[in-house]
């Protein structure tokens, strides 16, 4: 087996801003219900999302030295490890290219969160869920990462959502085995309300649905 990077090859200038650091259970998309290591990055661009969860990942996080982030990743018991945010991959260049570099080196399973609203590195050795945003009467996602992307994952709760959803997909030619559809909900009852319409949709149109477990199961605590 090869031996694992220690600590201390990586240079001191490698950190990144963090919100938070947790293991949990994938709640949605492609991973859900899979065990795995949470690394929440901070910062994200505008426009924000007016539904946003992680509102509190939008500024500030602690600036993280990549050596601390391995540790802890390396004392939870996971493979797989979810990096996202805020916007993740506005740190690529900064930190988070050697944090990635590194977590494949020694196999982890990787998958990122992103909005697409900035550019994606194409990554052969992590899965890159992409969760389009539609604000302010338009698609904010950047074209050229459309190689880069592996799956969409969407909210939606009816109507006008789907009908944006078809224009999208329609508009890039996405195959609908790479498509997820949430059932848009910040609470509970909400998602719940939202899953009937959503699970309509996703048969009329052979698209995978996808709950969001951590509110299903825990409604709007956090840290779980
Ligand atoms: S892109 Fe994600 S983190 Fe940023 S505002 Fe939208 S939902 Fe929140």
Redesign the pocket.
């Given at each position: 087996m090869e031996p694992k990077m220690k600590t201390t090859d990586i240079p001191s200038r490698n950190t990144v801003l963090l919100s938070e650091i947790f293991y949990s259970l994938q709640g949605e998309g492609p991973w859900a219900g899979l065990p795995a290591v949470f690394v929440r990055l901070s910062g994200?661009?505008e426009p924000?999302?007016p539904?946003?969860?992680?509102?509190y990942?939008?500024s500030g996080g602690e600036e993280t030295g990549i050596s601390r982030i391995l540790e802890t990743i390396r004392s939870l018991s996971s493979r797989r490890v979810v990096i996202t945010?805020?916007?993740p991959f506005l740190q690529w260049e900064t930190g988070l290219e050697e944090l990635h570099r590194i977590l494949a080196s020694e196999a982890y399973e990787i998958q990122y969160e992103t909005?697409g609203?900035v550019p994606v590195p194409s990554l052969s050795d992590a899965l890159i869920v992409c969760?389009p945003?539609h604000i302010g009467g338009a698609w904010r996602f950047e074209e050229t990462n459309l190689g880069a992307v592996d799956v969409f994952k969407f909210v939606a709760q009816g109507g006008s959502w789907f009908e944006r959803i078809d224009e999208f997909i329609a508009r890039y030619g996405i195959d609908r085995e790479r498509v997820y559809i949430m059932p848009l909900g910040a609470t509970r009852e909400e998602q719940i309300r939202n899953m009937e319409p959503v699970f309509t949709y996703c048969r009329k149109r052979g698209y995978r649905m996808s709950p969001r477990l951590q509110i299903l199961a825990f409604d709007t605590r956090r840290g779980i």
């Open positions: 994200c661009v924000l999302c539904w946003c969860d992680t509102g990942a939008w945010g805020g916007e909005s609203k969760s945003k």
